[in-house]
């Protein structure tokens, strides 16, 4: 990237040096956990402004490949942790594929099941 450096030497203003990288926060989305099936699949009602709605969406349980956060509890998910994430294939692809729920947060608390 070029500065023009007679521009910051008129205006008494310093160049600056290094920009770090700005990181967005996700937008907050409606998640609720409609029923657990079996101990490998979920239904999760979902929305957000960003990926849309799903009403009835299938998650099933799954390994982390990548870190990330739980859309639940926004606890730190690790890669090897065990993860429910949305049922994808290659006819339908959902918006939200990349969120996970952290599969031992679901099993210790029943309550988040409504």
């Not at 006819?91 to 969120?99: G, I, Q």
Request: hydrophobic letters at 40%.
């Amino acid at each position: 990237m070029y500065i023009r450096k007679g521009k910051f030497r008129r205006s008494g203003c310093t160049a600056p040096r290094t920009s770090e990288p700005v990181v967005a926060e996700p937008v907050a989305a409606r998640i609720s956990i409609v029923e657990q099936r079996t101990s490998q699949t979920l239904i999760v009602c979902w929305s957000d402004p960003q990926s849309g709605h799903y009403a009835d969406q299938v998650w099933r349980k799954g390994v982390a490949r990548r870190s990330s956060f739980c859309a639940l509890t926004g606890m730190r998910i690790y890669p090897g942790d065990r993860v429910f994430q949305p049922y994808a294939c290659k006819a339908h692809v959902p918006a939200n594929r990349d969120r996970m729920i952290l599969a031992a947060v679901v099993s210790e608390d029943p309550v988040l099941v409504t």
